[in-house]
């Protein structure tokens, strides 16, 4: 006779009671639990006077989220030297303008950024379980899975337009220039590779030469560009599109990076390095979500504050 095995109730009860009090945190205070993180990264030639880049990144607005449109609003308190924001800034088709209106106070400063997917296009509903199996066969966005049909799209235009006006500089797939706190600064971009709009041929060559300063910037930080931006010899490379994992477990990290970097570096500061050279890259975690799965754990809503440095000689 084959015995049986029972969890006892108060157990059951127990763990009960954790996954709702976890999905409450989840979703009723980290999902709002905005931080700003502060990095140094030596990137300036020998001499050079230190910038601080504010790096803004998924946004992901949806309409009456206020607590977050005032929070990017007191971000302009930073006075940043220059801004980069690397896209998805909507998760919803009727909050172009609320997302415009966070960032109006940020537009005063010179700035440059690259669309997302979510830009483009509206989100639909997602078992948050293919992210683990899209992991597990190295298939993500079009990379490998089938086109997606009749996708809604959002007003991606009213932003571009808006960027562009207050002197913004458009980095899909070409190169721009800024000049922020007396430096010359060349920028390099890419359109989303997560929807395989990257089109690096158009931009390939490396950095420009006489600036003092050369940034590469993405959205999603797949392999194939960060190995393109670094063979190239940038020194820096921008991006987003992870959220850092979203859904995290404490003191072990990410599950999934929705694309093909490790979970090593889902997030923050690290290297990335090619047979001839080695680049910093910046992944933002982001300070928002997919208006279908609006919840946190263990890794809070960010923007960075990057202070860029002089080299070591």
């Known amino acids: 006779m084959r015995a049986r095995y029972r969890i006892p109730l108060n157990t059951a009860l127990t763990a009960t009671a954790l996954s709702a009090a976890a999905v409450a945190y989840a979703a009723g205070f980290e999902v709002r639990s905005f931080r700003l993180r502060r990095v140094t990264v ?89 992210y683990l199996a899209e992991r597990a066969t190295g298939r ?35 190169r721009g220039r800024l000049k922020a706190a007396g430096a010359d600064i060349a920028l390099t971009g890419l359109d989303d590779p997560h929807i395989r709009r990257d089109r690096y041929d158009e931009v390939a060559g490396g950095p420009e030469p006489g600036a003092d300063l050369a940034l590469a910037v993405v959205h999603a930080p797949y392999l194939r560009v960060l190995d393109a931006f670094t063979a190239d010899g940038y020194p820096l490379i921008l991006a987003g599109h992870t959220h850092g994992g979203q859904l995290c477990i404490p003191f072990y990290g990410a599950l999934v990076t929705n694309c093909d970097i490790e979970p090593a570096r889902v997030k923050g500061l690290s290297t990335h390095e090619t ?30 504050l990057l202070t860029l440095t002089p080299r070591e000689t």
């Open 42 to 130: 030596p990137v300036l030639p020998p001499g050079g006077r230190p910038l601080r880049v504010l790096h803004v990144s998924d946004i992901h607005m949806v309409s009456g989220q206020r607590k977050k449109q005032r929070w990017l609003h007191s971000l302009a308190g930073l006075r940043p030297d220059f801004v980069i924001n690397t896209g998805d800034n909507l998760s919803d088709p009727e909050a172009a303008p609320e997302a415009l209106d966070a960032l109006g106070p940020l537009m005063e400063f010179p700035g440059a950024y690259v669309f997302g997917s979510n830009d483009y296009y509206a989100p639909r509903p997602r078992n948050p379980a293919r």
């Open 140 to 174: 993500h966005g079009l990379n490998g899975n089938a086109p997606a049909r009749n996708v809604p799209r959002n007003p991606w235009w009213e932003l571009r337009d808006a960027f562009d006006d207050a002197g913004w500089v458009n980095l899909t797939n070409t």
């Open 275 to 304: 047979p001839t050279h080695t680049s910093y890259l910046h992944v933002s975690a982001g300070c928002g979500t997919n208006r279908y799965t609006p919840v946190r754990f263990a890794c809070p809503p960010e923007a960075t």
